[in-house]
Structures are given as C-alpha cells and as structure tokens.
C-alpha cells in the first residue's frame, strides 16, 4: 500500500501491532465500519482518522480538513461522524486482540494475580453536567505481566461486579470495598478462584462459622492489642445462601489511622452527618475477606497481596495523564464509545513500551 497516511514509519509499525494492514481490512468489513472505497480509501485510513479525532485536540471539522489537507480522505465533518459512530464493533475486535492471552504466571506462589477496578468517565453535555451520566471502564490489571487483560465500558447504571471478567482457573482476584457482593463473589470461586476483597465494617451480613450472627465491631472491641485477627466467617447473600469465607483484619499504624479518621470527618462534614463511632473504631483496621487458605497465605501474606491494588491505580492514572483519557466529546454514545475504545488502544499499545523502560521501578512484581 502506498497511499500517503502509510508512509510514516511510525504509523505502520501501528498497524503491524493490530495485526497488520489486511486483517483490519477483513475486520472492518466484517463488522460493517467499512464497505465502500469512497471518501475514504481504505480502513487502515479510516482508523488512522479515527486516531486523529480521539487522541488529537481537534474536532470533527478540522480533523476532516486535515485529512483533505495531507491526502487522506475526503468528506465532511458529518461523513466522518457517521463513519466514526459505526466503528465501536471493530474497535472492541482490535480491543479483544491486543488483549489475548495472558503471560507467564509466576506471582504469589506461581498463581496469577488479578486486580480489578473500575475508572469513570464524565459523560459530555447536559448529561455529564447535570444529572451525573458517567462511562465506566471496568479493567483488569494482570500481574506479574504488567499489563490490562481485560476492558468492559458501561454507563453508570452498571456498577462494580468482582465476575464481570471471566475466570481464569488459579488465579487471585483481588478488589475494593465496591467489589464486596457474597453472590458475585460466590461465583468467581465456583469458576475455580480466589479472592481478596476489601470489607467495610457495615458492608455485608456477617455470620459466624456456626452461622450464627457475627457483629463485627464488638469482635474488633474484643482485639486488645492484637495486631492481626484471622477467623473462618460466613457472608450471607441476598438470596440467603452461606458463603464460607475467611475474615482477616489487620490492625494499622497510628499514623495511617489518624490519617483516615481526618479524611472520614471531613467527608462527613461536606455531606452534613456525623461520623459513626463505629466507622472510627473500623478506621484503625484493613478489612478483608479472602478464600485463599491460611497454611498457604497467613493474613499478613493477604495483606501483602492487597497492598498490590496501587498497581492498577498507577495504570489508570497512566491512561488518563499520559494518554490522555478524558470527557468525551460531544454527546452521541456510539461517538464516546469510539473516543474511549482509541485511548484503550493507544494504551495498550504502549504497554509493551512502558514495561521495556521499567527498569527496576517498584511496578514490577517480585515473585
């Protein structure tokens, strides 16, 4: 191929990475973002205007001039939203394969280590502005491999699910107070699993080994001075159903709980409300709940394992300041889902650049 948009080098080493120029063409087709050579000549074209518009600063009509201006394409700014807004399928496609399989497993006792979060996204408009409308990236971050195994985009009425990503059998999945629901989590270990989940004091209905009601701030009051507790508990679900599970709380250095006592009255303050002494006395304590068993993974392993959230923070953080994940323009869905699906490409595709350079940086993961 010769035309003009292939002649920078950089651009098809870019291509190479999705796969190379003749599988998007077969792609593209397949899911209808391209049928005809018209306006535009071809979908490695299309997607490099697809590019322009995401990742650059300017709008719909300047990203047309440009392209008429260097011999891209030739359309207008309304042809080129209609075209943009059919290419939210082929863009999941390249999303999918960049993705694949996951790498070595060679973290926590050779297991695969699993962090998911969730990143949100003002939506653009009256929608954004007013009523709160959010798009939400739910992610995996693999670790020791450093890298996204997984993406979903919502709006906000679907909220954080700790089985939203498939399982992969061996693994340990590791999640946030959002993540803590007994039938979701119930579901991650039948698929063959483990999981670490951050627990707020008040965030489930807690039982005994026995099943019998457990309150969980009068076990915390029981503590003394003892740094650790690690008990077999049960969580019921909203159905009724018991899930054995094993509760680890670990006690914090005064520092970080004076830390979080300041953060909670202040938030406290903001909304109004007093502070429950309840969620003081849980500020001094990590809560967690976990599957793993305790012969193999003590409570301060657990915690150690936990610890290792900040990674995919580090890596959302990376999407919207280096790459620029931000607003979406404009306030047509199909058009947001292609501006969101750009920047995960673009992240993905400087993964392997950014893991080259880490060098000895504490994101790496030792084994």
């Known amino acids: 191929m010769t035309h003009e948009s292939l002649a920078n080098p950089g651009w098809v080493a870019t291509v190479e990475r999705l796969g190379g120029a003749d599988l998007l063409e077969r792609e593209a087709r397949e899911h209808k973002a391209f049928e005809r050579a018209r306006a535009v000549a071809s979908a490695v074209d299309l997607l490099r205007l697809a590019f322009a518009y995401c990742l650059g600063k300017a709008g719909l009509r300047l990203t047309a001039a440009w392209a008429e201006t260097v011999g891209l394409a030739s359309l207008s700014n309304v042809a080129l939203l209609k075209r943009l807004r059919k290419m939210v399928p082929w863009l999941e496609r390249m999303v999918g394969r960049l993705i694949g399989p996951g790498g070595p497993v060679a973290a926590a006792r050779g297991r695969l280590i699993r962090l998911v979060d969730a990143t949100m996204i003002a939506k653009a408009g009256r929608e954004g502005r007013e009523r709160g409308g959010v798009w939400r990236v739910h992610a995996v971050f693999d670790l020791p491999t450093e890298r996204f195994s997984a993406f979903e985009l919502t709006d906000e009425r679907e909220g954080e699910r700790i089985d939203r990503a498939a399982v992969v059998p061996g693994e340990i999945r590791i999640g946030d107070r959002a993540y803590l ?66 509760l680890v709380a670990l006690r914090k250095p005064k520092w970080a709980t004076d830390e979080t006592v300041a953060k909670l009255k202040r938030e406290a303050a903001r909304k109004g409300k007093a502070l429950h002494p309840s969620t003081v006395l849980a500020a001094g304590w990590t809560i967690l709940v976990t599957s793993l068993a305790p012969e193999e993974f003590p409570a301060q392993k657990v915690g150690e394992l936990y610890r290792l959230r900040w990674r995919i923070e580090i890596a959302f953080k990376h999407a919207k300041s280096g790459v620029g994940l931000a607003r979406p323009p404009g306030e047509d869905p199909n058009l947001a889902k292609v501006y969101i699906l750009c920047h995960l490409l673009a992240i993905l595709l400087t993964e392997p650049l950014l893991i080259e350079h880490l060098g000895d940086s504490p994101r790496r993961v030792a084994a």
């Open 181 to 246: 629901h007994a039938e979701r989590i119930a579901n991650v270990l039948a698929a063959g699993a483990d999981v670490i989940v951050r627990a707020p004091w008040n965030g489930a209905s807690w039982r005994d080994a026995d099943g019998e009601s457990l309150d969980l701030i009068e076990v915390l009051k029981r503590a003394g001075r003892k740094q650790v507790l690690d008990r077999p508990i049960v969580m019921m679900g909203s159905a009724g159903q018991p899930i054995a599970i094993r």
